[in-house]
């Protein structure tokens, strides 16, 4: 069992939850991931590392409260505790393993999209810590829903604030701020990174292929066992099947085919939906009356 330290609600619907885990946190390399479930009978979901302390033994999550899961992970109180923690899972960045004197010489440029800040700042924060000042580009529906921006400031070189609405920071999506700041202030990057939805991904990897930027995306794909058993989190890449839990999560952004993987993605929308109603009718008393709660 794996006692939640701690628990804060960043944003709407957005929790961040700081678990007992020593093992993983031990160790845990940025762009891991863990499967986690509530209780015995939960659904295995996949969740990004945000951050993780091996002295204190515990590896902090970001959830979205999206789903009937998620909601019941998200439920639990600091001193209750998760069934399953499972990881790390996942390769880890490949910037990890590469020669520290030539990562020192690059420009790196991270694309956060929403909730995507969190898995962003472990990969920020570990290259601070290794000499690497890398810019980021957070970006979110509007002041509110940002996450993570202080934390990500104290680690990143240039921190570029998006907001949709425009209620902080410029006001349009990410991918106008990757064209301005290559266009107009004339920065040069030898890698971007880009972690969000999947739609913010693909229009990252649009814009960064018309300056021949090598770009690398973190997907979200569904999963189930995430040991490569399944298949269920198969996307493809360069025109190969791959496997997100054991392949990636990280892949080559300009060889991704997102269409395919947002389809896939979509596939259980409408179970998932009908699943959540059961669950807040169950919550408010109600009986179905149609016997969808058999
Ligand atoms: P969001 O919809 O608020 O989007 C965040 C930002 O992405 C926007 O502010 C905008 O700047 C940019 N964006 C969105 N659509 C774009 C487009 N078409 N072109 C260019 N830029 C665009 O983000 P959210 O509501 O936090 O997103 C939640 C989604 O993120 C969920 O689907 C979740 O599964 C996913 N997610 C992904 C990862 C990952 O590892 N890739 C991690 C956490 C969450
Ligand atoms: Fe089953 Fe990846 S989750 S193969």
Redesign the pocket.
Known sequence: MYKILEKRELASA?WLMKVHAPRVASSARPGQ?VIVRADECGERIPL?VADYDAREGSVTI?I?T?GVSTKKICALDPGQCLADFAGPLGRPSEFVSEDLQTLRGKKILFVA???????VYPQVKWLAEHGVRADVIV???NRD?LIMTEQMRAVAGNLYI???DGSEGFK??????IRHLIEQQGRHYDLCVA??????????AL?TRDYGLKTI????SLMVDGTGMCGACRVSVGGKTVFTCVDG?EFDAHLVDFDEAMRR?GMYRTQEQRALKIAEERAAGHKCRIGLDK
């Open positions: 957005i991931f990004t970001v979205q999206i999209g929403g909730v995507g800040t969190a898995p970006g979110a529906k829903m998006a907001t949709d349009g999506l990410v991918t106008e701020v972690i969000g939805p999947m739609i913010m991904m693909k229009f990252v814009t995306v973190s997907l979200n999560p993605q």
